[in-house]
């Protein structure tokens, strides 16, 4: 395999990658952010609040783009 064919190969292995890590991150961010939440009025935690909201801004603009 020369070096043409493996960027070649590399470069339609790459975008299908990225969209789809784009979408597994819009799929999960929901949950984490629901756990942080959880998290943060168990142990009364202000970092674990604010986590919890910028992962949930952070799922929303990628379930939008996605």
């Known amino acids: 395999m020369s070096i043409q064919e ?7 292995m790459l ?9 597994m991150g819009a799929l999960g961010s929901p ?10 009025k168990t142990r009364g935690k202000i970092l674990f609040d604010k986590y919890g909201q910028q992962t ?9 783009v996605a």
């Open 31 to 40: 949950a984490i952010a629901v756990l942080a939440e959880i998290s943060a």
């Open 6 to 12: 493996t960027l070649t190969l590399v470069a339609f």
């Open 56 to 64: 949930a801004a952070l799922g929303l603009i990628l379930t939008i």
């Open 15 to 23: 975008a299908p990658a990225f969209f789809s890590l784009l979408g």
